[in-house]
């Protein structure tokens, strides 16, 4: 049965409220994260249950503060993974305010900072804040869009000496040419070392930063 627009858009709270409250509650199956991703909605763009699974082992087992580069779905569950230790960066001011009210709603600790995107010199990334942590043992790169000048490449050269030594970054995308690019470049000038995954959509990347020397 074809369930019609309206009807769907008028279902969405429901099913968030559902997932969510199944997600605090240890219910982390595959049908929680259908609800949660159908809830929140954006599903051309939300990233796929594995993905978000991946994100949430992550942020669980690492110790440290955690960087978010763009907000979304991810921000809400690693609200609840991970409680006050994750920063997110959000140039678009109507994505920082939905996820902040998301997470007002349910009483979430998350901290997403307005972070225009700003020319590097070579490349385009968010702004950093002078209040941002240092040692992030863990960075989700889902950020800046890819119609931005460089991609997601600025992250390394703009952020670097904000990770811990060894910092890990997980990537979504990596199937498209500019992610691959990205990785080839990081690789190339920086050393990184990347696993790649397939997943049921794509494919993402354990990137591994060396210690700098």
């Keep these: 049965m074809i369930i019609p627009w309206r009807l769907k858009e008028a279902l969405r709270p429901a099913a968030l409220a559902v997932g969510i409250f199944a997600f605090r509650h240890g219910f982390r199956s595959a049908q929680t994260f259908e609800w949660l991703r159908k809830g929140w909605g954006n599903e051309g763009w939300t990233a796929d249950t594995t993905y978000l699974k991946t994100i949430c082992r992550w942020a669980s087992q690492v110790q440290g503060p955690i960087l978010e580069c763009g907000s979304g779905l991810s921000t809400i569950l690693l609200g609840i993974v991970a409680p006050g230790r994750v920063t997110t960066l959000e140039h678009l001011p109507k994505w ?19 972070a225009p995107l700003v020319d590097y010199g070579g490349f385009t990334w968010y702004s950093l804040s002078d209040s941002l942590s240092r040692n992030y043992a ?3 790169c889902d950020g800046p869009p890819s119609d931005t000048p460089g991609g997601r490449y600025g992250l390394l050269p703009a952020a670097r000496r904000l990770l ?7 990537m979504d995308d990596v199937e ?3 992610e691959q690019a990205t990785i080839a470049r990081w690789k190339s000038e920086l050393g990184v070392l990347c696993e790649e995954h ?8 354990i990137v591994r930063v060396k210690a700098q020397t």
């Design 176 to 178: 498209r040419p500019d």
């Design 138 to 140: 863990l960075v989700i």
């Design 96 to 114: 920082q305010e939905r996820t902040q009210q998301t997470a007002k709603r349910y009483s979430l600790d998350v901290n997403i900072l307005s």
């Design 198 to 205: 397939r997943t049921s959509s794509g494919v993402y990347a």
């Design 164 to 170: 811990a030594q060894n910092g890990v970054i997980l």
